[in-house]
């Protein structure tokens, strides 16, 4: 008999536009010739509910039925946009309320279909098909339920409660100690990630049309997608020049107030339809429409060369991080694809991670904490299910093989390639490092109208934020007592306060290199460029940098002596150089 493996199962993850909108597009999904409307009226990415107009001789909408939400055949509109299937939970006149939040912003006539259940997907359509690093094993976030026994009066109970209530659900997993192999997972604890072009120059390009383009958007609709060539494979950048964020100033065009550079992004084409170009990825950003053509670096959409591009990726905190969904796919040992047993979750949130290094290892990542907001699968059918015979939280959904997955081709970032800069000097006897971010997540759970079975978290809000990293240390040569090179002991003792002017705080520098174009910097505090210490971090409110909270100096057999020292920080920045454009 067939078994399902281990070794024939894969994590991949996705961006998503609002909390719990996975993004996969369903442009060819087969269509039932039944139930079928527009929808009244626009919505939003997020949105849980729809109102239909139904069509001409049209069957009302009902439970389960799997509906695609995509793109009209309205000649008055585009016809080329993105889709969605979502799993009706309840009717309400003409209101749908839906199984997980929408992927995509979809105007007002946008065509509503009843899908068969027989779905054709191209390569594009999956979008949920990055790889955080090398894994070895994921808890995955399936459904944990909550019973409440109830106790009634009674003489036949004999003490023992009389029935069960089902409560909340909660849906919570991590993912440790994966080896990284690029920046792409980094982001996500800490907030935004702006692409920057560092080498070579974006070409004359063009403009969004004055309508602009949303997050999470695939298609954008371009002023002239003819005279600059935007054909597939072309990639492109968006909002995208050579200055480096963060940027106040006002990009050239009919919009003066537009803040340049801080929200580029990098894309491919996929086809391109008239002025109506598809883009392999859904967008991270809002782009406002209607900018004149200027000079390179400062087009809206701006060709870039296929080769010889270097990209720094600056990732900003953010106050509101972004969501991720998650695809866990298993083939059994058979390779018999009708078995294959595949999962979506949506709106996860990871609330804490750590970086971290050991001497002669490679650089990992853990997330260590991610709530999401529900579950989607795809064992329809269960013998025991009396409604429809349709299992809960199951829907139609794409299949993500391994030809589907965007493996990455770099080697790891090893421990050898790393360097430490503590006080503005480069320490040499670092044997690890532990970096950490908790964002105090809370998945709330409101008083509200709940359908189906998904009584999961309504909202997952972030807290305050709190950074800290372990690092040991080897102590460096030894010097005259009354010399005045800074030392860890000396710092230690000075409780980051300098004399004058309050507590100060040191500066950190991180950098693991493979090349002098391939490498990530971390730095704290967020305002630290890397040069010399000088009289550490500035003082005052939002301000202060790194600070020795334990640095203690005992005896052990280690030779030389080493320090296991606690650090807070107040905030860091991440800048990741390489070769690859995209990042989600």
């Known amino acids: 008999m067939a078994v399902l493996r281990s070794d024939q199962a894969q994590l991949t993850f996705g961006s998503e536009a609002a909390p719990g909108g996975y993004a996969m597009n369903f442009p060819s999904a087969g269509l039932s010739g039944g139930e079928h409307g527009i929808l009244a009226g626009a919505v939003n990415a997020g949105d849980t509910k729809i109102i239909v107009t139904l069509g001409s001789g049209s069957s009302a909408f009902a439970i389960n039925d799997d509906v695609r939400i995509g793109p009209t055949v309205n000649a008055a509109v585009a016809t080329d946009a993105e889709a969605e299937v979502r799993r009706v939970v309840y009717v309400e006149g003409t209101t749908l309320f839906l199984d997980a939040p929408l992927a995509f912003y979809h105007i007002s006539q946008t065509d509503v279909d009843k899908c068969s259940g027989t779905l054709v997907t191209n390569a594009a359509d999956i979008t949920i098909d990055q790889v955080p690093g090398v894994y070895d094993t994921v808890d995955v976030p399936d459904m944990a339920p909550t019973f409440e026994p109830r106790y009634f009066l009674g003489t036949q109970s004999k003490r023992n409660f009389f029935t069960v209530l089902k409560g909340q659900q909660a849906f919570t997993g991590s993912v440790g100690g994966f080896v990284l192999l690029n920046g792409k997972a980094l982001r996500y604890p800490f907030g935004k990630s702006v692409t920057q072009v560092s080498t070579g120059t974006p070409a004359a390009g063009t403009a969004i049309v004055a309508a602009g383009a949303k997050k999470g958007d ?28 963060p940027n106040t100033g006002a990009i050239v065009g009919t919009n003066a107030a537009r803040v340049y550079p801080d929200v580029g992004e990098v894309r491919t084409v996929v086809s391109k339809t008239g002025n109506i170009v598809r883009l392999d990825y859904p967008l991270s950003f809002d782009h406002i429409g209607g900018l004149t053509t200027g000079t390179a670096s400062t087009q809206q959409v701006s060709k870039i060369a296929a080769s010889g591009i270097v990209y720094t990726h600056h990732i900003f905190e953010t106050v509101d991080l972004d969501t991720v969904s998650w695809h866990v796919h298993m083939r059994d040992s058979s390779e018999t694809a009708a078995n294959d047993f595949d999962r979506t979750y949506f709106g996860g949130l ?14 990992n990542m853990s997330w260590d904490g991610v709530n999401f907001l529900g579950m989607k699968h795809n064992q329809l059918a269960g013998d025991r299910i009396t409604s429809a015979n349709v299992t809960p939280h199951a829907g139609l959904m794409h299949k993500i093989t391994s030809t589907d997955v965007d493996f990455p081709t770099s080697n790891p970032y090893f421990f050898s390639q790393g360097s430490v800069k503590l006080f503005g000097v480069e320490v040499a006897r670092v044997r690890n490092f532990n970096l950490t971010v908790a964002n105090g997540e809370e998945p709330r759970y409101y008083i509200q109208r709940r359908h189906g079975e998904g009584r999961g978290p309504t909202e997952i809000r972030e807290q305050r934020r709190e950074y800290s990293m372990a690092v040991t240390l ?72 790194a600070i020795l909270r334990s640095a203690s100096h005992s005896i052990t057999g280690d030779n030389p002596v080493q320090v296991d020292a606690d650090i807070l920080f107040r905030n860091l920045k991440i800048e990741v150089m390489d070769a690859i454009g995209y990042y989600p």
């Open 218 to 245: 695939i298609f954008i609709t371009v002023s002239d997608a003819t005279t600059n060539a935007l054909n597939a494979g072309q990639i492109i950048g968006i909002d995208v020049g050579t200055a480096t964020p």
């Open 350 to 363: 990871i609330g804490s991670a750590s970086i971290a290094a050991d001497e002669g290892g490679m650089l």
């Open 474 to 545: 080897a102590l460096p040569d030894t010097q005259a007592s009354t010399a005045t090179a800074t030392t860890l002991f000396k710092e230690f003792m000075s409780e980051a306060d300098y004399g004058g002017d309050g507590i100060r705080g040191f500066n950190i520098e991180l950098v693991f290199a493979r090349t002098a174009t391939d490498k990530i910097t971390i730095r704290i505090p967020d305002d630290y460029d890397g040069s010399a210490e000088g009289g550490g971090a500035a003082t005052g409110g939002n301000e202060i940098g």
